[in-house]
């Protein structure tokens, strides 16, 4: 039987409960949806903050399938990372329409519906894993 890890820090964090499963279920639609793999890291990112997400993107199983939304509230910094592969689907303008997307809804003070809004519109710009540019 497998075991499930402990993360006490997760639901200690800044989503409630309700979004934190609203985010795990808008990951496994995107994942699905699109065959690339989509990640959400929130917290503190080491200066220069680009830097710092690239590094936390290449530690996930696959990054050249993946996609990093990088979020921390405090410092008020937004990072999306894509990989290779996930790069010839969505393109810099993709990621910055979900960035403004994401940045209205944290302004408003809606951190968890944000990074739910701007997954979705990263998941619809890719497309499915048959779609190329």
């Known amino acids: ?3 499930t890890a402990w993360h ?10 309700r979004a934190l499963l609203r985010v795990d ?16 890291y929130i917290g503190e990112l080491l200066e220069p903050s680009r830097e710092s997400a690239e590094e936390l993107h290449l530690r996930l199983p696959e990054p050249d399938r993946s996609v990093l939304v990088a979020v921390s509230p405090n410092q008020r910094l937004l990072e999306i990372v894509t990989g290779s592969t996930a790069r010839r689907r969505l393109l810099d303008r993709d990621c910055k329409l979900a960035a403004l997307s994401m940045a209205a809804a944290f302004s408003g ?3 968890g519906g944000g990074i ?14 048959s779609r190329s540019r």
């Open 116 to 129: 739910v809004a701007g997954l979705a519109q990263l998941a619809g710009h890719a497309g499915s894993p």
């Open 8 to 17: 006490p820090e997760v639901l200690d964090g800044p989503l409630s409960q």
């Open 25 to 40: 279920e808008t990951l496994r639609l995107a994942d699905t949806m699109t065959g690339l793999t989509f990640s959400v």
């Open 1 to 3: 039987m497998p075991t």
């Open 109 to 111: 003070g809606d951190l």
